[in-house]
């Protein structure tokens, strides 16, 4: 099963940007897409942004369009968020995931990295 490792929260003040990382543990050959979601205090987890693995098409949710940009390196099995004029309502623990080829759904997660945005 691949394994999910992410990287590159912390805290940044309003306006600022940070780029996430994730990285698969293995090989990406049975992936249809990688993606990002959050989840801020007292909230549901929430789709932020997924890739498709072979096509590199993208979708973001309307909250994060024009500031969020996602992408990826086939080569390092890794997918990216980079995050610009982040906002205090995007502070939440964001969590990086994997949608098999086959799958409806996402269905494997990383540990999640906590992203924090001052005002």
């Known amino acids: 099963q691949v394994q999910l490792v992410e990287s590159g929260g912390g805290l940044v003040q309003a306006g600022g940007s940070l780029r996430l990382s994730c990285a698969a543990s293995e090989g990406t050959l049975r992936m249809y897409a990688m993606g990002w979601f959050r989840q801020a205090p007292g909230k549901e987890r929430e789709f932020v942004a997924q890739i498709r693995w072979n096509s590199g098409i993208t979708g973001y949710t309307d909250s994060v369009k024009g500031r969020f940009t996602i992408s990826k390196d086939n080569a390092k099995n890794t997918v990216y968020l980079q995050m610009n004029s982040l906002k205090p309502e995007d502070t939440a623990v964001y969590y990086c995931?994997?949608?098999?080829?086959?799958?409806?759904?996402?269905?494997?997660w990383g540990q999640g990295t906590q992203v924090t945005v001052s005002s």
């Open positions: 995931a994997v949608r098999i080829a086959g799958s409806g759904s996402f269905d494997t």
